[in-house]
């Protein structure tokens, strides 16, 4: 007899049916011969898989066992194939009849038979439900993951044994539910610890407003970094759509959190500047996101921004752009989401304390621009606000009171983020920060007399094509805030601000 049941493996962020066909052949001892292109992981699944259904009290057949996995000319990868090769080796031995059409499968195996976790279950399940399914067995620290999926019962298995009685029918349990989400910011940090730093402050709520890409410069112990990982605090939520989309990324990447579902809260991402290029954009052997998918719908910090190496660096300007990576290797090309909002902090010298009125700054001109020159005018060019965050007179951080909270900032920028929604709904765009062509024109029309400021201040500050644009989105960010629907002089003349320090970086 020949059992024919269905898994899923993970191709890039998304899942792919796997048929999982099994067969035995007369033979006096036991083996297990897997075929399909299967990675390491599962070639290694037939010692545990032979374990597992021992130690559970089943009975391993004798004979060789043909596993096949198809679609043969798909890399099967990882151990989730585990558990559906040890089904249906236990369907082919024991004739067994159940609806296998209607199942789908997922699980890694110990050898007493226990169902371990796997990554990237969500998409996993996605995939199931799409292809018609209508239960999937996961391990039991998937399933609130699993559940998160509607329109499929979703049915967590602590054991091979446990799992063997479900689809038999000896079992039938409930199907998990994942408890609707509640959101409720809660945070280790809060904007209302930050002292001082009024510029920097109402520059960050109007990044966060319109998504907007930020670069801040400023001595050691400016605030630079407390106040980027402050970001998060003002973010709204993450929408349905969204968070399904970011939620997959994690998922795959074994970074969601099992107990919770999906994502609510956009990710905060800060990789240190020794990390490579495939740690960043994504890569490897077999193609995994980066640091910049992980980011997606969310945040990215690099800190010390000069201290990253300039290739490294040069890699963000396309995804900046397209709102995507592209990775071609000679084992296939992904493409993986990263629309994220840049970050970043730097010192405006190799000492950090140029400019500083308490610290003498010991760089040689030549040392200054040797450093500054690590960051291209290119790159520059992909921040829409570029802003220098002077040092706290003592004063300040012993008598300032606290400033505004974050739940207060967050409500102006969560009403800004809807506002976008609406007035982009229908097009491909989501925030100020993402629009270009002809939306950008439609909708970031300044008056006259903020033209000729524009204008004016373009020729002035010798910015490029791209800066203008920029200055357009920021304005209209800064309008969206002032609940403005034309943008005026006024708002051209708080963007323009947000640029003029570019120059001392160039």
Known sequence: MTARLYSASISGIDGVEVEVEADIRPAPEPHILIVGLPDTAVKESTQRVESAITNSGLN?????????????????????????????????????????????????????GSVRPVKGVLPLVIEARNRGKKNIVVPQSNGMEAAAVQGIAVYPVETLKEAWRLVSGELMPRPAICPPTTFEAEYDVDFSEVKGQAYARRALEIAAAGGHNIL????????????????PTILPPLTDEEALETSKIHSVCGLLKRDAGLMRTRPFRAPHHTISDAGLMGGGSSIAPGEISLSHNGVLFLDELPEFRRQTLETLRQPLEAGEIIISRASGTMTFPARFMLVAAMNPCPCGYQGDRRHACKCSPALVEKYRKKISGPLLDRFDMIVEVPAVEPSTLVSA???????????????????????????????????????????????????????QAIEQLGLSARAHDRILKVARTIADLAGSGSITEEHIYEAIQFRAFENRLR
């Not at 609406?422 to 925030?431: H, L, N, P």
């Open 60 to 112: 391993l057949p004798l004979g060789t066992i043909v596993i096949n996995l198809a679609p043969a000319d798909l890399k099967k990868q990882g151990p989730g194939f585990d558990l559906p090769i040890a089904m249906g080796i236990l369907t082919c031995a024991t004739n067994a009849n159940w609806e296998t059409e209607a199942w789908a499968i997922i699980g890694e195996l110990a050898l007493d």
């Open 216 to 231: 801040m410069s400023g001595s050691p112990g400016s605030g630079k970094s407390m106040l980027a990982h402050r970001i």
């Open 401 to 455: 009171p606290a400033g505004e909270p974050s739940a207060g900032i967050r409500s102006r920028v969560t009403a800004v983020r809807e506002l976008q929604h609406r007035r982009y709904s229908g097009t491909r765009f989501r925030t100020n920060a993402d629009i270009s062509g002809k939306t950008l024109q439609a909708h970031c029309r300044p008056t006259p007399e903020a033209t000729g400021i524009l204008t």
